[in-house]
């Protein structure tokens, strides 16, 4: 199993960036990929974007091509998702997700473990 805790949600203004952060615990010596999701208030959870394990695949939402980066560090079992130029349409909790195997999925079905969530408000 693994367990998933997101951190760095906040308040920002439009166009600031943020970066948020999941620690992975559990059977963390097996390969698993990571992702983060996003689900925003009466819309459905969708992808934003997922990393391989060894970091040499990265898939990303069409919304947020450019804009945001994930990375991960093996060592410390976290990855990042680097967000910028934010806007009102980025507000949404934010989700990540985790499951082993070396698919790098951009559907909810593709992940078995997730976070708890952590919340970004973008402010115009």
């Known amino acids: 199993q693994l367990q998933l805790v997101e951190s760095g949600g906040g308040l920002v203004q439009t166009g600031d960036s943020l970066t948020l952060s999941c620690s992975a615990s559990g059977r963390t010596s097996s390969s698993y990929t990571m992702a983060w999701f996003r689900q925003a208030p009466g819309k459905e959870r969708e992808f934003v974007a997922a990393i391989a394990f060894n970091g040499a695949t990265r898939r990303f939402a069409e919304s947020v091509k450019g804009r945001f980066t994930i990375s991960r560090d093996n060592a410390k079992n976290t990855v990042t998702l680097h967000m910028n130029t934010l806007n009102s349409e980025d507000t949404a909790v934010y989700l990540c997700?985790?499951?082993?195997?070396?698919?790098?999925?951009?559907?909810?079905?593709?992940?078995?473990?997730w976070g708890q969530g952590t919340q970004v408000t973008v402010s115009s």
């Open positions: 997700a985790a499951s082993f195997g070396a698919i790098v999925g951009g559907a909810r079905w593709d992940y078995f473990y």
